[in-house]
């Protein structure tokens, strides 16, 4: 092989059907179905079959030639909890976007209508790339109840949501205009994946993510970067999100061979990063750039004493929270960091609602099908917000955010918006 | 590094019940477990002492006085053992049921466990006070053979146990155990088309006991079945019978447990499994979290590891050796691997006692028998010694283990 096309060699690819080997995971199952007991989509939809059926029977099933994956894997919502479930580390997620794929792939058309509105919502960044061109036009448009009504009616996107609003200047374009990083340091950098979230909805969170960096004397990078992927595994769009993968790994390796770390301030990008890549995809540095992707709000507690300056802090302008943990960030083990890191400032109180997932699960609540499950999963969180005293959400996922907003009503805000207001003084914007 | 007091590695019972008793002794306590808690694939009931030697064991605090000195109990004392089951009494309230002699608590295989602590849910159904029991089985649900467990309890406890199968309204072949719950929880008209159906058979039985499907809250779905049962003019006590995994009973005590801990401040870490440690000779100095990819380390300053046993992966083996995977503790065990077992399946197996040797103040011990870390601490199946499934003893064990090493972490904390 020349080095020329090495950029085209993907080693994942050597595996007959382009697949990871899933057999060690299948043979690792012995079917306790606790993975189904804390299915979330499993306990409200009598038609879902559950993750032990998606992952490792599926995967059995289909080792005939004649036998297709079977279209209930399009219900899984991706929120991963069955990985965390498992008492014999059957890789349940990687095996359900293994098979979305080869669904997506094999059993979808192209030409309908649903193909085409996935790929719409998972190529979000796309989308929001232009609307975010004249957003206050694409704002005004989206959010007309006649295109909305349009949307449900031919593309299957729900007219119940609000569509999220776009800024009226993006993270990018802020980072630019105050002329990138305003720290330099050789031994403190951080590389920033914002997504496109925080770009072209919410920068504030982004800049919250920039100003609390610089604080502690960090050096912020923002690379060129695409989407980090989830909402294309999420979609069985694998080819897409391997593009999207790609070039993100190659961008942030590189960095990181400048001694730079990577963080995200988005759960779900974190994930991708640091388990979806490595578990789908085998370019030359996914594992060296997963190793080095951090939770934001994990790092500060790793490299600086963020408990003790949050202590130090008498004097805070927010209000309490009731925070809930996005599903995305359990599975990395970050469940109590928000509730444990503002424990230390005395004026604030952040108070967990529970466990349950919120129900959006990124794209899924958007389908007009998905809508009512998606706000049955939801309805515990939304009952323990109403009894929590806190008028105001807390969350690190934004879509978790539009699910809370959407169902209490309250103001949503995320945790890294909370420690620059403890640390740089601000007001937590409205 | 991550800074926190008390570290307790894996989310079982042992563990919570550490992380919980440090917690309540003011340390600041940092949960890690590397999936969900195991108790979600339990049944539920805590079994403190239920055999001795192959022998049914009524009062368990009586029988602790004949272990061998190397049991887990002998080692940390029959107090330890007391004050673990005052805090889990204090954790569950009137939810559980039971006092210092074991029940018989009929199981969906037709047989009886001696348990010290029970759901209030499955109170109704101890057997050996002779009433006439009817048991309902699923017929989706092949892990409960009602007919063929009320065959096997009708041969050894006192009074008519019958079984009968009935098909669920309304649901898919292969519907989950936590569909059933929520309809019974939530949904009326499937509660009154199940008694409809049940109702017929009851046939002047004392008690109706079901899978253990009724939910967070089983004491509502109780009340509302026993009152449909009424009205049909069949007046009976309904009970849950515990299951095997997934379990219901086991994740609400699992639900209890990490309220208890989110209410203590204990910073709960799921999905993570902890891959590495270092250490300056006498003292764990930092745990390495592996976090999907990234290491991410902690430095504690007392550690109890709770990481379960053989099955449990708290405890690992290789053809020629046993080891403890984390901090790689001792674990005595025969040299040849072919002593490791006998030839009976109930025979006196050398694998069942495999674990780490602790003191009476809850620390891991080394080869010869000396603290191995002063701040490491080891609960729960990671300890061995005793065959505690055949002496049905595995929660008493993770009870009173939990409870030394976490207040005595605590109290190892306070006093720096």
Redesign the interface.
């Known amino acids: 092989m020349s080095t020329d096309n090495e950029d085209d060699f993907e080693p994942i690819q050597v595996f007959p059907e382009g697949d990871a080997d899933l057999r060690p995971g299948a043979d690792s199952c012995y079917k306790?179905?606790?993975c189904?007991?804390?299915?979330p989509v499993?306990?409200?939809d009598?038609?879902f079959?559950?993750p032990k059926?998606q992952g490792p029977e599926q995967w059995r099933l289909t080792r005939k030639e004649d036998q297709e994956i079977d279209d209930s894997i399009m219900k899984c919502s991706n929120c991963m909890r069955c990985?965390?479930?498992?008492?014999s580390?059957v890789p349940l997620s990687q095996m359900h976007n293994t098979a979305r794929a080869q669904y997506v792939e094999e059993s979808m058309s192209k030409l309908s209508v649903e193909y085409w509105r996935n790929r719409l919502l998972a190529n979000y960044g796309t989308m929001a790339r232009f609307g975010s061109m004249f957003p206050r036009l694409t704002n005004a448009v989206m959010g007309n109840s006649l295109v909305q009504a349009v949307n449900d009616q031919f593309l299957g996107i729900t007219s119940e949501r609000e569509f999220p609003a776009f800024a009226t200047e993006t993270f990018r374009e802020w980072w630019a205009a105050r002329g990138g990083a305003a720290v330099k340091s050789e031994d403190r950098r951080v590389a920033y994946f914002h997504g496109d979230y925080a770009n072209y909805n919410t920068p504030e969170v982004g800049k919250a993510m920039v100003r609390v960096f610089e604080h502690f004397g960090y050096e912020v990078a923002v690379p060129e970067q695409r989407c980090s992927g989830t909402p294309m595994f999420a979609n069985g769009m694998l080819d897409d999100a391997r593009r999207a993968a790609r070039f993100n790994v190659e961008t942030f390796a590189d960095l990181v061979d400048d001694g730079y770390d990577v963080v995200c301030s988005c759960t779900s990008c974190?994930?991708a990063l640091?388990?979806e890549y490595?578990e789908l995809f085998d370019f030359a540095d996914t594992?060296r750039v997963?190793?080095?992707?951090?939770d934001a709000v994990?790092y500060l507690?790793?490299h600086e004493d963020l408990?003790g300056e949050l202590a130090a802090v008498d004097d805070v302008d927010a209000p309490d929270f009731a925070y809930h943990a996005p599903c995305h960030a359990?599975?990395?083990?970050?469940?109590?960091?928000t509730?444990?890191v503002l424990?230390n400032l005395d004026d604030v109180d952040a108070h967990?609602v529970g466990?349950s997932c919120s129900g959006i699960s990124g794209t899924y609540g958007w389908k007009s099908e998905n809508y009512d499950t998606s706000m049955a999963i939801g309805e515990e969180m939304f009952e323990h917000m109403d009894e929590a005293e806190p008028e105001t959400g807390l969350t690190e996922c934004p879509t978790c955010a539009m699910q809370m907003e959407h169902g209490s009503g309250s103001p949503v805000k995320h945790t890294l918006q909370v420690i620059e207001a403890a640390l740089t003084d601000r007001s937590l914007p409205a | 590094m991550i800074a926190t007091e008390v570290l307790v590695v894996g989310g079982g019972l042992a563990g919570s019940v550490a992380a919980l008793s440090a917690a309540r002794e003011g340390a600041r306590v940092t949960l890690v477990s590397k999936s969900e808690s195991t108790l979600k694939q339990a049944s539920g009931l805590v079994d403190v002492l239920g055999r001795v030697d192959g022998d049914l064991v009524a009062d368990p605090f009586a029988a602790i006085d004949d272990l061998p000195d190397e049991h887990p109990y002998s080692v940390v004392g029959t107090d330890a053992l007391r004050e673990g089951l005052a805090l889990f009494d204090d954790v569950t309230g009137d939810r559980y049921r039971g006092g210092d002699r074991n029940a018989l608590v009929p199981t969906t295989q037709g047989t009886v466990k001696p348990t010290l602590r029970y759901p209030a849910s499955v109170a109704p159904g101890v057997a050996g006070d002779g009433r006439e029991t009817l048991l309902v089985g699923i017929s989706t649900d092949p892990d409960f053979d009602a007919k063929r467990a009320a065959e096997s309890l009708d041969a050894t406890v006192p009074g008519d146990v019958r079984g009968v199968t009935v098909r669920f309204p309304r649901l898919r072949d292969d519907a989950k155990r936590t569909r059933h719950a929520k309809l019974l929880a939530e949904d009326e008209a499937f509660r009154d088309a199940l008694v409809e159906k049940i109702a017929p058979k009851v046939e002047g039985a004392d008690r109706v006991g079901f899978p253990a499907v009724f939910g967070e809250d089983p004491a509502f779905v109780r009340d509302e079945l026993e009152a449909r049962f009424d009205a049909a003019g069949e007046p009976v006590s309904v009970f849950e019978v515990p299951t095997g995994p997934p379990s219901i009973p086991g994740t609400r005590l699992r639900n209890l447990l990490r309220h208890e801990l989110e209410a203590a401040g204990v910073e709960l870490v799921t999905g993570v499994p902890v891959v590495d440690f270092e250490a300056d000779g006498e003292r764990v100095e930092s745990v390495v979290v592996d976090r999907n990819g990234a290491r991410v380390p902690y430095a504690p300053e007392q550690v109890v590891l709770a990481t379960g046993g053989l099955v449990g992966e708290g405890i690992d083996s290789e053809r020629d050796r046993v080891y403890e995977p984390v901090f790689d503790l001792h674990v005595p065990h025969p040299e040849d691997r072919y002593d490791w077992s006998e030839e009976p399946a109930f025979g006196e197996h050398a694998f069942a006692r495999f674990g780490v040797r602790i003191d009476a103040d809850g620390r891991a011990l080394d080869a010869e028998g000396s603290v191995a870390y002063e701040n490491l601490r080891a609960a729960g199946a990671v300890v061995g010694g005793a065959d505690t499934a055949m002496q049905k003893a595995a929660s008493g064990v993770s009870l009173a283990t939990g409870w030394r090493a976490g207040t005595r972490a605590a109290t190892a904390v306070n006093q720096t």
Do not use: K, W
């Not at chain 1, 189904?36 to 299915?39: F, G, H, P, Q």
């Not at chain 1, 990985?83 to 008492?87: K, L, S, T």
């Not at chain 1, 997963?290 to 951090?294: K, L, N, R």
């Open positions: 306790c179905s606790t189904d007991s804390s299915c499993a306990e409200v009598d038609e079959p559950g059926f990985d965390g479930a498992c008492p580390d974190s994930m640091r388990q490595p594992e997963s190793a080095h992707t951090y994990e507690r790793i408990d359990r599975n990395q083990g970050l469940d109590g960091q509730t444990a424990s967990d466990e």
